[in-house]
C-alpha cells in the first residue's frame, strides 16, 4: 500500500501559470514533509519543506499548503517557469526515526512556453 | 561543504556478473548513508540505510546487498545481477539526529543485458 500518494500524474501548464502539485498520506504520526526536485538524469535535490506544526511554508515561487485533519497537502508553484519543467517527490517521514523517508510516486510537471 | 560522490557514472553488465557501486561522502563526519533505486520514471525505492560504519539495514531484498567499510564510504554489490537490477542507483546522505534533509548523489545508470 502506497504510504504516500501523488496527484496528478502528470501535469502540464502554461509559463506564467501556476501549477499545483497534490499529495496525501497515510500515517497519521508523519510529521515532516519534504519536497524533492527531479531533473533527468540527476538525483533529487530538496526544494521545499514543512513541519506538520505548520499549514503553510513559502519559498519564492513555491509554496507548500498543508491541511494536517484531511493529511493533505499541496505544493503551488506561481509564475511557472520553462525551467520548473521536472518531476516532484512528495516525501513524508518522522522526526527520529532514521532511514524512514518515504517517496511518493511523483508528479512530472511540463511547462510550455 | 559537503560533497557527495557516485561511482561509476554508468555501467553496462550482463546478466549473472558481479557488480559493485560506490559513493563516498567529504565533508560530514558520521553521516547517516542511504542507497535508493528507481526505475525509468519511477518512484525512489529505498534499499539499504546505515548510522554508523559496519552497520547495515535493509529495507527491501533484491538480491543485492550493502556495506559501509568506513564512515565515509558506502558501497552496494551483488554477485550475480538480474535484468531486473537495471535502473538508477542513487546514493543520499542526512544528519540524522531527526533531521531528514536528504541530499542525493548523482546515480549511477545501470543496464543489465
Known amino acids: 500500500q502506497q504510504q504516500v500518494r501523488q496527484s496528478p500524474q502528470s501535469l502540464t501548464v502554461w509559463e506564467g501559470e501556476t501549477a499545483i502539485l497534490n499529495c496525501s498520506y497515510e500515517n497519521s504520526a508523519f510529521d515532516y514533509f519534504p519536497w524533492y526536485q527531479q531533473f533527468p538524469g540527476e538525483g533529487p535535490a530538496l526544494l521545499i519543506a514543512?513541519?506538520?506544526?505548520?499549514d503553510k511554508k513559502e519559498d519564492g515561487r513555491f509554496t507548500i499548503f498543508f491541511n494536517k485533519r484531511e493529511k493533505k497537502l499541496s505544493l503551488h508553484i506561481t509564475d511557472s517557469q520553462p525551467g520548473d519543467s521536472a518531476t516532484y517527490f512528495c516525501a513524508a517521514s518522522l522526526t527520529g526515526n532514521t532511514g524512514k523517508l518515504i517517496f511518493g510516486l511523483g508528479t512530472t510537471l511540463q511547462v510550455q512556453p | 561543504a559537503q560533497t557527495i560522490h557516485q561511482w561509476p557514472v554508468a555501467e553496462i553488465k550482463a546478466v549473472g556478473s558481479p557488480l559493485s557501486l560506490g559513493c563516498t561522502i567529504k565533508g560530514k563526519s558520521s553521516p547517516n548513508l542511504y542507497w535508493y533505486w528507481q526505475a525509468t520514471g519511477g518512484t525512489l525505492q529505498q534499499l539499504f540505510y546505515s548510522i554508523t560504519v559496519g552497520q547495515v539495514e535493509s529495507v527491501v531484498q533484491l538480491n543485492l546487498s550493502a556495506s559501509r567499510p568506513k564512515d565515509d564510504q558506502f558501497i552496494l554489490s551483488t554477485e550475480k545481477l538480474l535484468l531486473s537490477h537495471s535502473g538508477f542507483y542513487l546514493c543520499?546522505?542526512?544528519?540524522?539526529?531527526?533531521?531528514?534533509?536528504?541530499?542525493f548523489g548523482s546515480g549511477t545508470r545501470l543496464l543489465v543485458i
Open positions: 543520499a546522505w542526512s544528519l540524522g539526529g531527526g533531521n531528514s534533509d536528504y541530499t
Open positions: 514543512i513541519r506538520s506544526v505548520s
